[in-house]
């Protein structure tokens, strides 16, 4: 490789669509259409924080451009564009192919492609950079304020399973091969829930994607909205491979276990029917776990209707 602009030529520049002007100019250029409005989400990701320096460079390609995604799902936002920063120690070819293959796979998949970015040269991590461009009829955006006391609260996907994952990737103990095999997909490929997102439009009153933990970020949904919630744990839809977990691990990480990236949102009972066809439309599952009530606190009630007491922290906070 002979430098930067080389690197970005090989491995991200790819012709733009039709009307748009990707890599190579001062900026792109995206075609604005009347009567919609921008949704746009930026996320960073750091080495030895969001991701283990020896990942496949293939998935988090994916989960880099997939985490972006998932903000624009949450919105109800149809992805334009996006863009990518890299900080990056070296140019490894090995790491790049497979970076840029696993980014633009998934931005292929849904229409996003990569408009243009920054690349530079960092001293020792890796900082990936990536923001996203969507669009949506104006004044239609799916937000965290919109809850109403008397929704229903719905999750989609399933839980808990990315949670575990990291854990034992972070303890590799020997004798748990078989659990992490079934659970790192849930961490590694992330589905960004776009077709969800778009098709609740309309439908759903608020919508957050999941990144930190249900509990807290339903949370930002009620303290926002000015409600509260009471959740059924026995409607959680829990992934099956965690089915032999012990119960009190198995509660923290559905409850609380991060980089889920499925849509928690609320919609009034009346809208059941449609909610449920919306999803099959869309080829996800959801999964009614609970209800807004207007005192405001969250609480988890257990099969037998006591309240759960959660013992371990409520979710993730860079700073706590
Ligand atoms: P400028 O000097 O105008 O900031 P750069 O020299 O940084 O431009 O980048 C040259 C072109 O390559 C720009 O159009 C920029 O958007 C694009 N680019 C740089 N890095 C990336 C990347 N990682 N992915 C996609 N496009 C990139
Ligand atoms: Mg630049």
């Avoid at 799916?142 to 399973?161: N, Q």
């Amino acid at each position: 490789m002979s430098g930067e602009f080389d690197l970005i030529r090989r491995f991200f520049a790819r012709p733009a669509p039709e009307g748009f002007l990707g890599p190579g100019d001062d900026c792109a250029l995206m075609p604005a259409e009347a009567g919609t409005e921008l949704a746009v989400s930026a996320d960073l990701l750091v080495e030895g924080r969001h991701f283990f320096s020896d990942v496949d460079p293939v998935s988090l390609g994916h989960k880099s451009l997939a985490v972006n995604l998932s903000d624009l799902a949450a919105m109800g936002a149809r992805p334009l564009g996006c863009f990518l920063s890299l900080s990056l120690p070296r140019a490894d070819e090995r790491w790049l192919q497979g970076f840029s293959r696993g980014f633009h796979a998934l931005a292929e998949r849904h229409a996003c492609p990569l408009l243009g970015g920054d690349t530079v040269r960092s001293n020792r991590d890796t900082t990936i950079g990536v923001t996203v461009i969507g669009q949506l009829p104006a004044g239609s955006a799916l937000r965290r304020d919109a809850a109403l006391a008397g929704d229903d609260v719905w999750i989609s996907g399933e839980l808990g399973a990315a949670d575990v994952a990291l854990r034992l990737l972070q303890v590799r103990s020997a004798g748990d091969e078989a659990l992490l095999a079934a659970a790192r997909g849930a961490l590694e490929w992330p589905q960004p829930q776009l077709a969800l997102g778009q098709a609740l439009r309309g439908l759903a009153h608020a919508a957050i994607d999941v990144s930190d933990g249900l509990l807290q970020d339903l949370g930002h949904i009620l303290a926002a909205s000015g409600c509260g919630a009471e959740l059924r744990y026995d409607a959680m839809p829990v992934a099956d491979c965690l089915l032999g977990l012990d119960a009190q691990l198995l509660r923290q990480a559905v409850l609380c276990g991060g980089d889920v990236y499925q849509l928690c949102f609320t919609a009034s009972p009346q809208a059941r029917p449609d909610i449920v066809r919306a999803a099959q439309q869309a080829g996800a599952k959801v999964s009614r776990i609970g209800r807004t009530v207007a005192q405001p606190g969250l609480t988890v009630l257990d099969a037998d209707g006591g309240p759960i007491v959660l013992t371990g922290n409520a979710g993730f906070d860079h700073f706590a």
